[in-house]
């Protein structure tokens, strides 16, 4: 008789979102109550499917959680499985390791947390069954750098035996090293399917051992963009394994670029946007999309998109209440009037912006003095939001100069605007 589960990890409960909060605390709100929601999904697909057991691969919560708020939505969740005769198994990863719910809230006999020496439980089988050993081990500590796959019990012989592991496997940009390993000692490990955690992307290994990394089952921030999900994993009596990406995500983050070369006319451009959200809003199949707009090509209107920026943003969040269900997280623009920097030579304002660009910009003086404004603000900020300045030196003098640059192109917007000059704001703004 096959066995049955549903594979999720990196769930996050509560996670703060204070980066997107600042932006948009109402959207913000909106992503934290759809990781929620998302594990609820989690727990109907459990019931509707039917399925033995919830293998949860670390990081059920996103820290130090004392919310007696959290612990009773969980208790309602696992109490939902508990009822059915699903059993759940849950580590421990680096978000969740110093968690006092994990440590102080009772489960029923159904759930098993993985403790900080590496078990191996048998599950409850028809002897004309193929006997299935669950493995699992959680790190006592937010941090992991040794490879802990060799704490590991070996797989049970004749048996199904599937492992629980949080791991940044052979590294991923953005995650923390956390127990690495390689991918080849996963696979010459001896068991039949690697249940991971930890990297918030999704990945399948098929092979002698089948090993999935099943990614964050609900994105909260433009870098975990696209549709979010869990599998479904059927192993038969033979050990062959079955898997399906199942869609979870409730709010969906997208990037989209649109080229907006020639249009000259604002309400047409207004239009053309909310034209392209509307098609996204139509291709993404989570009940809302947030979207991250990129306006890139040459326009007349660049010097006045970016002068009155928040005003093509009030008109694009109002044009994508209307479509339902869509949210604009924010507006990047990368687009340049036609026509050369030097069109108008003689104009004032081109030759103020030739010299920011080639004396002020670049000068040591000013970078020092930059850096040390931005160092102040960096510290101000949550921790979670310091990394949009960068994670290195290099990344950090690159956030430096565009700044910068980007807010002497602002300045010069608007001179050129209380001019009333659009002929010569488009120049200044060219690039």
Aim: hydrophobic letters at 40%; proline letters at 5%; aromatic letters at 6%.
């Amino acid at each position: 008789m096959a066995y049955r589960f549903i594979h999720s990890a990196d769930i996050h409960l509560d996670s703060p979102l204070r980066s997107l909060a600042l932006r948009d605390p109402e959207l913000s709100n909106l992503i934290a109550n759809a990781t929620r929601r998302a594990f609820v999904r989690i727990i109907d697909l459990c019931l509707e499917e039917q399925v033995d057991a919830l293998l949860l691969a670390g990081d059920l919560y996103d820290g130090e959680q004392t919310s007696m708020k959290t612990a009773r939505f969980l208790a309602d969740q696992i109490r939902r499985l508990d009822q059915a005769g699903t059993a759940c198994f849950i580590i421990r990863g680096n978000h969740d390791a110093l968690s006092k719910i994990t440590y102080e809230l009772v489960f029923p006999d159904s759930v098993k947390v993985f403790g900080g020496r590496a078990e191996a439980v048998e599950i409850a089988r028809s002897t004309a069954d193929c006997p299935v050993f669950i493995h699992g081990l959680s790190f006592k500590q937010p941090q992991a750098l040794e490879n802990l796959l060799g704490k590991y019990k070996p797989p049970v012989e004749g048996a199904i035996n599937i492992g629980l592991l949080h791991t940044s496997l052979d590294g991923a940009p953005g995650h923390d090293p956390y127990s690495p390993c390689k991918l080849a000692d996963l696979e010459a490990s001896g068991f039949t399917y690697w249940a991971l955690g930890h990297i918030h992307k999704r990945r399948v290994e098929s092979g002698a051992c089948t090993i999935v990394m099943p990614g964050i089952p609900q994105g909260r921030d433009i870098n975990e963009a696209g549709p979010k999900s869990v599998t479904l994993v059927t192993i038969k009596d033979d050990r062959s394994v079955h898997t399906e990406e199942r869609l979870i995500s409730l709010a969906q983050f997208e990037r989209l670029t649109v080229d907006v070369t020639k249009i000259d006319d604002w309400p047409f451009l207004v239009k053309d946007m909310s034209r392209a959200i509307a098609e996204a809003r139509r291709a993404v199949p989570s009940e809302q999309l947030v979207v991250r707009l990129r306006l890139k090509g040459r326009t007349p209107l660049a010097w006045r998109i970016r002068r009155d920026a928040h005003l093509l943003e009030a008109e694009l969040e109002q044009r994508a209440a209307g479509i339902g269900s869509c949210w604009i997280e924010k507006i990047e623009i990368d687009c340049h009037a036609p026509g050369g920097f030097n069109a108008l030579p003689g104009d004032p304002r081109t030759e103020l912006r030739r010299l920011i660009e080639d004396e002020v910009l670049k000068s040591p003086a000013f970078q020092i003095e930059a850096g040390k404004i931005i160092e102040e603000l960096k510290d101000q900020l949550p921790a979670e939001c310091r990394d949009i300045f960068g994670v290195d030196e290099a990344a950090f003098e690159a956030a430096i100069r565009r700044l910068t640059k980007e807010g002497a192109l602002d300045v010069l917007a608007r001179l050129h605007a209380m001019a009333g000059d659009e002929r010569s704001a488009d120049a200044a703004q060219a690039a």
